[in-house]
């Protein structure tokens, strides 16, 4: 019986996906690819590995996560979710190789260790490494988190396991681009300056009980609630010189300094500026309906 079944959400990833197809073809466990309206070779090479592909509209990752859970026949009582840009490491590979349901009973969802690269270079400091992602759970038990916008992730109820020796390489070849790097995250800050405006309002909540000294999703849901209560325009000054000194991001180099720059201070720069347009929008729509 087969322990897993892969899923795999594409769009225009012919750079990428056959790279982890690769990654993972040893294993004896199903794959399904979600795509939301590939135009390059992605569906082609799904074709030639015989692997059932669905389609469905992007609006954000976590309803095309969800709407992937709900798609496929799987039926395997692990699932494992896995973006096109990354790949298993010979370690993780071995560790699913080995992997048995009877040895986890009582176990919801297991962790992988991610290893990010950008521009062919790890990003080892800035925390981020090492970063723990809920990757694998049980089927039917696992769900996507619709209260995000922006950032997915899975939430598995009950007992979690973290395989820190198991990796799982992250590395966008399209984002050696700088330019489609800009264009992604210039997206990016729509949906999250729309996501911050709405738990302002109070019509969005954190679905994972934020705590600095829980599982990796709880560490992060603590972190977030405090980057929600610092005053905007100041937190991403303070959130750059925490990760390029104090999380030691500067031992990075050149390529990861960059990336710093980009990720930690220029985007999170352009979402408070969108989010104060939209306060502004919002306050003169309530001063026009007095």
Avoid at 253 to 274: E, N, P, Y
Wanted: proline fraction near 3%; charge should be positive.
């Amino acid at each position: 019986m087969k322990q897993f079944s892969f899923i795999i959400l594409t769009f225009n990833e012919e750079k990428h996906l056959q790279r982890l197809l690769d990654s993972i073809n040893t294993l004896d466990a199903s794959i399904f690819v979600l795509d939301s309206g590939s135009i390059d070779k992605t569906l082609n090479i799904c074709e030639i590995n015989n692997i059932q592909v669905a389609y469905n509209k992007f609006e954000n990752h976590p309803k095309q996560w969800d709407t992937a859970l709900k798609k496929f026949p799987i039926n395997t009582p692990w699932v494992i979710g896995l973006d096109a840009d990354q790949i298993v490491t010979p370690e993780l590979l071995l560790l699913l190789q080995n992997f048995k349901d009877e040895d986890f009973r009582g176990i919801n969802g297991i962790y992988f260790n991610r290893k990010n690269y950008f521009k062919g270079n790890w990003i080892r400091f800035g925390g981020y490494y090492p970063k723990y992602l809920l990757k694998m759970f049980r089927y039917g038990v696992g769900y996507s988190d619709l209260n995000e916008n922006m950032d997915h992730r899975f939430i598995a109820p009950g007992k979690t396991v973290i395989w820190k020796q198991g990796h799982i390489l992250e590395e966008n070849l399209k984002e050696n681009n700088i330019s489609f790097w800009i264009d992604k995250h210039n997206r990016y800050s729509d949906l999250l300056a729309h996501e911050e405006l709405e738990r302002i309002n109070k019509v969005r909540s954190q679905s994972i009980s934020p705590f600095f000294w829980g599982s990796p999703d709880e560490r992060t849901a603590w972190l977030k609630r405090l980057w929600w209560n610092l005053p905007r325009f100041i937190r991403p000054f303070l959130y750059f010189i925490y990760r390029l000194i104090f999380q030691l991001g500067i031992l990075d180099g050149k390529t990861g300094i960059l990336f710093h720059f980009l990720q930690g201070f220029w985007f999170r720069v352009i979402v408070d500026v969108k989010l104060a347009e939209l306060l502004k929008q919002e306050s003169v729509q309530k001063t026009s309906t007095r």
